[in-house]
């Protein structure tokens, strides 16, 4: 079958099917991936595995005139230790990161979070920085750096700027980062020897977008009473939401307590709904993943101390 | 700086290799590297099913690593090496994963059936020996609509076997 020159390619002439046409950029520093998107703005998509982009432009939701491929920037997929924090590069595949011993040790919840995240398929290609900047209200990678209260490095060709995770969230698909901005790193806090981590998602299929997903890290105090708490929610507003939990600490984690965790949790939130799921739904099951994340995260938290005496 | 740009609207040499042969042809910067396989270079083994990376039809081996051909475009490969099913076995004979799914009768129409053989194949190197649960895990990145998924695990379960044993 013979191309047709110019026009569609499998087509016939006239005829149109998947992306719109575009550019194709394929820097090889930051620098110049900056320059291109200074230059273009928002008609510009950065690619890195196109685990997100490639749909979207193959169903032509979005239909940008440049499309820059960051995956050949030398370097951009490093993992480095600094002080307390462990820096994930933006292009970093979630398949390398499941298999890095460094990120299972310094972030456990996300070792934890990963298997869950779409398919051994698209891990191979997907990327950490794919999945933080598209924002998807139900992404396993957002989640858990909310949950950690980690941040995001964003780079502009005049300069570079730190955003936590819990501001860089804005809503379904949406974020702090500006239209001349790459995201270059993810920054994670380094977990404590003696923090605890449960992760658990509801979807239709594993590997799909989650319908619910809970996120939880806790330590305890020498009296087996809750000292640090953090949870987070994805899949109930349009973003990864931190509950506020406070009220928890210095409690028992019982039974009770993760009731009232999950009671305090659900009310907290206002929860979205669309074609796979209700408000009430989404509530639900959210209740119920709070009822399982915060037992397992305790029971992790007292094998670590354990270990660590 | 060398930053490679490529005109929206002309077609660009692409070269890379496929089954160990370096091949060459031309693609528009939007042209999916599953058409870019199939009606540039023949290789009509790659399946093109949903074209949004949820079926897994189109999955082939991008420098050994098993990866939707749907969700990323022809120039991206420029320089990489790709393995499709024609390059699983010799041309009239299977290999061992492939004589399993024949034993077990793990196809019917046959359409999913050189994607999940290539994430197959890259699965098997990482887990020689693996279990069932890993296997149905694997698996879920490829939508089958004729086997109902048990024979295809269990041929995946016994070719590892057969490997292991160096039989095959």
């Known amino acids: 079958m013979a191309p047709v020159a110019g026009g569609g390619y499998f087509c016939k002439e006239g005829e149109t099917v998947k992306p719109v046409a575009f550019e194709y950029c394929r820097p090889e520093t930051i620098a110049e991936a900056a320059g291109v998107l200074a230059q273009f703005r928002e008609e510009a998509a950065v690619l890195a595995g196109g685990m997100t982009l490639g749909p ?16 050949r920037i030398r370097g951009l997929d490093s993992i480095d230790v600094r002080g307390g924090t462990v820096a994930t590069g933006a292009t970093l595949v979630q398949a390398d990161a499941l298999e890095s011993y460094v990120l299972r040790r310094e972030v456990p919840l996300l070792a934890l979070a990963l298997p869950w995240v779409g398919h051994f398929q698209t891990r191979n290609r997907g ?31 005049r300069r570079e700027r730190r955003v936590p995770a819990r501001e860089f969230f804005l809503g ?9 901005e790459l995201l270059v790193a993810i920054e994670w806090r380094r977990a404590a020897p003696d923090a605890g981590y449960a992760f658990e998602e ?26 640090v708490l953090a949870l987070g929610l994805g899949g109930a507003e349009d973003h990864p939401v931190a509950v506020e939990t406070k009220a928890f600490v210095g409690r028992v984690a019982d039974e009770g307590t993760a ?7 659900v009310q907290s939130v206002v929860a979205m709904e669309d074609h796979v799921a209700d408000a009430e739904f989404r509530l639900a099951l959210s209740r119920e993943l709070i009822r399982r994340v915060l037992p397992r995260a305790v029971a992790d938290a007292r094998l670590r101390k354990e270990r660590l005496q | 700086m060398s930053m490679l740009r490529l005109a929206a609207d002309a077609r660009h040499r692409v070269e890379l290799s496929v089954n160990g042969t370096a091949r060459s042809g031309l693609a528009e910067p939007r042209m999916l590297l599953c058409d870019f396989l199939r009606h540039e270079l023949q290789t009509y083994g790659v399946h093109v099913g949903c074209e949004h990376g949820v079926c897994g039809a189109c999955t082939v081996l991008v420098e050994g690593r098993a990866m939707r051909s749907c969700t990323q475009y022809a120039v991206q490969a420029d320089g990489m090496h790709i393995t499709t099913v024609e ?29 999940i053989l290539l994430s197959a194949t890259h699965f098997l190197k990482e887990r020689p020996r693996p279990q069932e649960a890993e296997v149905r895990d694997m698996l879920s990145g490829h939508i089958c609509r004729c086997t109902g998924y048990a024979a295809i695990v269990a041929a995946i379960l016994d070719a590892a076997s057969v490997m292991n044993h160096g039989a095959g």
């Open chain 1, 172 to 180: 379904a698909l949406t974020t702090a980062r500006r239209p001349d």
């Open chain 1, 56 to 71: 979207m432009l193959n169903l032509r939701i979005t239909r940008p005139r440049v499309v820059i491929d960051v995956t």
């Open chain 1, 259 to 265: 009731a009232a965790l999950a009671e305090h949790a």
């Open chain 2, 87 to 115: 390059g699983l076995a010799e041309p009239g004979t299977l290999n061992a994963l492939q004589q399993a799914f024949t034993r077990h009768h793990a196809l019917q129409c046959g359409f999913c059936t050189p994607g």
């Open chain 1, 127 to 157: 990327t950490l920085g794919g999945s933080v900047a598209h924002a998807d209200p139900s992404a396993e990678i957002p989640l858990c750096l909310v949950v950690t209260d980690g941040a995001v490095v964003l780079r502009s060709k």
């Open chain 1, 202 to 227: 509801i979807a239709q299929r594993h590997g799909d977008f989650a319908i619910a997903a809970a996120a939880c890290q806790v330590r305890l105090d020498g009296d087996g009473r809750i000292a």
